[in-house]
C-alpha cells in the first residue's frame, strides 16, 4: 500500500497536483468578494455564476484526478451560515449540467442516427439514378456522393468526436459533484 502511495505523490508532483491527507486533489479557491459567486438569476435553487465555473474548469488537471477533490475556499467575506448555500450551490450547478449532458448525448445519438440513414439514402438515390441514367449523370454524380459523405460524416463527427469532447468536461463535473468543500478564513 504504501508503494501505491508513493506512485500517487510521485504522479501527483509531477503534475504539480497538491494532495491532502486523503489523496485527494486540492483546488484553492480564493474569494476576496463574495458579491458575484451565485448568479443573480436563480430563483429558489442557488447557483453559482458563470465566472465562478470558468475558474472551476480552467483548473482541468486538479478536476480530473481520479482520487477525488477538495475544494478550499479561502475567505474573510463568506459568514458561517453561508457556507452550505453556497455547497448546494456548487453541486447543484454541476448536477444540472451532467443532467443535460447526458441528454444533449442522448439527442445527439438519435441526431447521429437520423444523419447516418439520411446519408445511406443519399447513397441509395445515387445508385437508382446511376442505374437509371446508365452513368450520364456526370458531375451530378460526385455532387450526391459529396453530398452523402458529409450526412455519414456528420452522424460519426456527433456520434462520436463530440462524445469524446464532452466526456472529460462531465467527469470534471462529477468530481466537483463528489468533491470536500472546506472553508478557511484567509490568513
Known amino acids: 500500500m504504501d508503494k501505491n502511495k508513493n506512485k500517487i505523490e510521485i504522479l501527483a508532483k509531477r503534475l504539480n497536483i497538491p494532495l491532502d491527507k486523503e489523496n485527494r486533489a486540492i483546488l484553492n479557491m480564493k474569494v476576496s468578494d463574495d458579491s458575484n459567486f451565485l448568479s443573480p438569476y436563480y430563483y429558489d435553487n442557488p ?3 458563470e465566472e465562478v465555473n470558468n475558474f472551476l474548469f480552467s483548473n482541468k488537471n486538479i478536476l480530473m484526478w481520479k482520487g477525488g477533490l477538495t475544494i478550499n475556499i479561502l475567505s474573510n467575506v463568506i459568514k458561517k451560515e453561508n457556507q452550505e448555500v453556497y455547497i448546494s450551490a456548487i453541486k447543484s450547478y454541476y448536477q ?3 443532467t443535460h449532458s447526458k ?3 442522448k439527442r445527439n445519438y438519435i441526431l447521429s442516427g437520423v444523419l447516418f440513414i439520411i446519408g445511406v439514402l443519399v447513397f441509395a438515390l445515387l445508385f437508382i439514378l446511376d442505374y437509371l441514367f446508365s452513368n450520364n449523370l456526370g458531375m451530378w454524380n460526385e455532387v ?6 458529409v450526412f455519414i460524416w456528420e452522424a460519426v463527427d456527433i456520434a462520436f468526436i463530440q462524445k469524446i469532447e464532452h466526456s472529460g468536461d462531465i467527469k470534471m463535473a462529477k468530481n466537483i459533484i463528489n468533491a470536500k468543500i472546506v472553508f478557511e478564513e484567509l490568513d
Open 47 to 49: 447557483i453559482i455564476s
Open 96 to 98: 444540472d449540467y451532467v
Open 103 to 105: 441528454n444533449q448525448i
Open 144 to 149: 450526391i456522393d459529396v453530398i452523402a459523405w
